[in-house]
Protein backbone atom coordinates (compact mmCIF):
# COMPACT_ATOMS: atom_id res chain seq x y z
CA UNK A 1 0.00 0.00 0.00
CA UNK A 2 1.07 3.67 -0.67
CA UNK A 3 -0.22 6.84 -1.32
CA UNK A 4 -0.39 8.06 -5.10
CA UNK A 5 2.73 10.25 -6.12
CA UNK A 6 4.80 8.81 -3.13
CA UNK A 7 7.05 6.36 -4.53
CA UNK A 8 7.50 3.46 -2.07
CA UNK A 9 11.28 3.21 -2.00
CA UNK A 10 11.42 6.74 0.00
CA UNK A 11 9.16 5.15 3.13
CA UNK A 12 11.91 4.08 5.79
CA UNK A 13 10.16 0.44 7.10
CA UNK A 14 8.43 1.72 9.89
CA UNK A 15 5.93 4.07 8.03
CA UNK A 16 2.91 2.16 6.98
CA UNK A 17 2.73 0.38 9.77
CA UNK A 18 3.07 3.25 12.08
CA UNK A 19 0.27 4.94 9.91
CA UNK A 20 -2.13 1.98 9.93
CA UNK A 21 -1.73 2.05 13.89
CA UNK A 22 -2.54 5.53 14.34
CA UNK A 23 -5.16 5.35 11.66
CA UNK A 24 -6.63 1.71 13.95
CA UNK A 25 -6.36 3.98 17.36
CA UNK A 26 -8.29 6.43 15.53
CA UNK A 27 -11.21 5.91 13.00
CA UNK A 28 -9.37 2.38 12.08
CA UNK A 29 -9.69 3.40 8.03
CA UNK A 30 -7.78 3.00 5.43
CA UNK A 31 -8.41 6.12 4.13
CA UNK A 32 -6.98 7.60 7.56
CA UNK A 33 -3.93 5.79 7.17
CA UNK A 34 -3.87 7.21 3.92
CA UNK A 35 -4.08 10.62 5.00
CA UNK A 36 -1.20 10.55 7.57
CA UNK A 37 0.57 8.92 4.97
CA UNK A 38 0.63 12.18 2.97
CA UNK A 39 0.95 14.68 5.73
CA UNK A 40 4.14 12.08 6.41
CA UNK A 41 5.34 13.00 2.73
CA UNK A 42 4.76 16.46 2.90
CA UNK A 43 6.61 16.95 6.39
CA UNK A 44 9.45 15.42 4.89
CA UNK A 45 9.15 17.51 2.01
CA UNK A 46 8.77 20.34 3.53
CA UNK A 47 12.12 19.46 5.28
CA UNK A 48 14.12 18.22 1.95
CA UNK A 49 14.03 15.46 3.47
CA UNK A 50 14.99 12.04 0.67
CA UNK A 51 12.94 9.32 3.21
CA UNK A 52 9.34 9.71 5.02
CA UNK A 53 10.49 8.55 8.17
CA UNK A 54 8.65 7.26 11.21
CA UNK A 55 9.18 10.97 13.31
CA UNK A 56 7.37 12.56 10.23
CA UNK A 57 4.49 10.26 10.73
CA UNK A 58 4.14 11.22 14.49
CA UNK A 59 4.56 15.04 13.44
CA UNK A 60 1.40 14.92 11.01
CA UNK A 61 -0.51 12.47 13.89
CA UNK A 62 0.51 15.69 16.23
CA UNK A 63 -0.90 18.04 13.19
CA UNK A 64 -3.68 16.28 12.54
CA UNK A 65 -5.06 16.52 16.18
CA UNK A 66 -4.27 19.70 16.77
CA UNK A 67 -6.33 20.40 13.89
CA UNK A 68 -9.22 18.23 15.13
CA UNK A 69 -8.85 20.57 18.73
CA UNK A 70 -9.04 23.80 16.47
CA UNK A 71 -12.55 22.36 14.89
CA UNK A 72 -13.50 21.89 18.15
CA UNK A 73 -12.62 25.32 19.61
CA UNK A 74 -14.44 26.55 16.57
CA UNK A 75 -17.33 24.72 17.16
CA UNK A 76 -18.22 25.58 20.50
CA UNK A 77 -21.07 27.61 21.86
CA UNK A 78 -21.34 31.13 22.77
CA UNK A 79 -20.74 30.18 26.55
CA UNK A 80 -17.97 27.31 25.10
CA UNK A 81 -16.13 30.54 23.94
CA UNK A 82 -16.69 32.57 27.06
CA UNK A 83 -15.23 29.92 29.20
CA UNK A 84 -12.18 29.43 26.67
CA UNK A 85 -11.74 33.13 26.28
CA UNK A 86 -11.58 33.84 30.09
CA UNK A 87 -8.89 31.04 31.30
CA UNK A 88 -7.06 31.87 27.47
CA UNK A 89 -6.83 35.27 29.28
CA UNK A 90 -5.66 34.58 32.61
CA UNK A 91 -3.49 32.39 30.77
CA UNK A 92 -1.74 35.01 28.66
CA UNK A 93 -1.67 37.03 31.58
CA UNK A 94 0.82 34.37 33.33
CA UNK A 95 -1.79 33.01 35.65
CA UNK A 96 -1.78 29.30 35.44
CA UNK A 97 -3.81 26.51 37.88
CA UNK A 98 -6.43 28.65 38.12
CA UNK A 99 -9.59 28.37 40.06
CA UNK A 100 -13.02 28.44 38.95
CA UNK A 101 -13.73 31.40 40.88
CA UNK A 102 -10.92 33.56 38.74
CA UNK A 103 -12.02 31.80 35.49
CA UNK A 104 -15.30 33.18 36.58
CA UNK A 105 -14.59 37.02 36.87
CA UNK A 106 -12.87 37.35 33.79
CA UNK A 107 -15.83 35.66 32.33
CA UNK A 108 -18.53 37.57 33.90
CA UNK A 109 -16.45 40.61 32.76
CA UNK A 110 -16.09 39.03 29.08
CA UNK A 111 -20.40 38.62 29.23
CA UNK A 112 -20.69 42.23 30.07
CA UNK A 113 -18.61 43.08 27.31
CA UNK A 114 -20.15 41.27 24.29
CA UNK A 115 -23.71 41.52 26.09
CA UNK A 116 -24.51 37.44 26.98
CA UNK A 117 -26.34 35.96 29.32
CA UNK A 118 -23.77 35.72 32.59
CA UNK A 119 -24.76 32.01 33.92
CA UNK A 120 -23.85 30.83 37.21
CA UNK A 121 -20.49 30.03 38.53
CA UNK A 122 -21.12 26.09 39.08
CA UNK A 123 -22.94 26.27 35.37
CA UNK A 124 -20.03 28.13 33.69
CA UNK A 125 -17.57 25.60 35.37
CA UNK A 126 -19.69 22.70 33.64
CA UNK A 127 -18.75 24.15 30.01
CA UNK A 128 -14.81 24.07 31.81
CA UNK A 129 -15.37 20.59 32.45
CA UNK A 130 -16.44 19.88 28.59
CA UNK A 131 -13.60 21.92 27.45
CA UNK A 132 -10.87 19.51 29.25
CA UNK A 133 -13.15 16.42 28.42
CA UNK A 134 -12.63 18.06 24.14
CA UNK A 135 -8.72 18.14 25.00
CA UNK A 136 -8.87 21.91 25.06
CA UNK A 137 -8.07 22.80 28.58
CA UNK A 138 -6.84 20.94 31.70
CA UNK A 139 -9.52 20.79 34.73
CA UNK A 140 -7.91 19.30 38.00
CA UNK A 141 -9.90 18.29 40.87
CA UNK A 142 -8.73 18.65 44.15
CA UNK A 143 -10.34 18.55 48.10
CA UNK A 144 -9.00 21.51 48.77
CA UNK A 145 -12.68 23.75 48.10
CA UNK A 146 -14.26 25.83 50.44
CA UNK A 147 -15.93 24.01 53.41
CA UNK A 148 -14.09 21.42 52.27
CA UNK A 149 -15.52 20.63 49.24
CA UNK A 150 -13.60 19.56 45.95
CA UNK A 151 -11.94 22.64 44.05
CA UNK A 152 -10.69 22.61 40.29
CA UNK A 153 -8.24 24.40 38.97
CA UNK A 154 -7.52 24.87 34.97
CA UNK A 155 -5.09 26.03 32.36
CA UNK A 156 -4.80 25.60 28.49
CA UNK A 157 -3.54 22.34 26.62
CA UNK A 158 -3.24 24.53 23.71
CA UNK A 159 -0.94 26.97 22.96
CA UNK A 160 -2.56 30.46 23.91
CA UNK A 161 -2.13 31.90 20.41
CA UNK A 162 -3.93 29.29 18.91
CA UNK A 163 -6.77 29.42 21.20
CA UNK A 164 -6.42 33.50 20.72
CA UNK A 165 -6.44 32.95 16.79
CA UNK A 166 -9.87 30.97 17.37
CA UNK A 167 -11.59 33.49 19.14
CA UNK A 168 -10.60 36.52 17.53
CA UNK A 169 -12.18 34.82 14.20
CA UNK A 170 -15.45 34.77 16.44
CA UNK A 171 -17.91 37.15 15.39
CA UNK A 172 -19.17 37.77 18.76
CA UNK A 173 -15.85 38.64 19.75
CA UNK A 174 -15.10 41.41 17.74
CA UNK A 175 -15.11 44.06 19.84
CA UNK A 176 -13.64 42.64 22.49
CA UNK A 177 -9.58 43.53 22.89
CA UNK A 178 -7.53 41.26 24.59
CA UNK A 179 -4.33 42.72 24.69
CA UNK A 180 -6.63 45.13 26.98
CA UNK A 181 -8.47 42.57 28.96
CA UNK A 182 -5.14 40.34 29.64
CA UNK A 183 -3.56 43.79 30.37
CA UNK A 184 -6.84 43.95 32.93
CA UNK A 185 -6.07 40.60 34.59
CA UNK A 186 -2.27 40.73 35.17
CA UNK A 187 -1.45 40.59 38.98
CA UNK A 188 1.43 42.51 40.20
Given at each position: MHAPGIDSGVLSEDVIPLCAAYAAQDKGSARQA??????AAAIAESEDSPTVLGDHVRAAQDEAERELIIEGMEQLTTQ???????????ELANETDVRTR???DVYKSLTNDIDADQLAQRRMRDHLI?????SIIRAR???SGSVGGEAYTFELRVEPSTALDVLEAVSRFDDVDFNTMTQNWLRE
Open positions: IKYLRKGHLALAAVTILDVYELDMLKSA
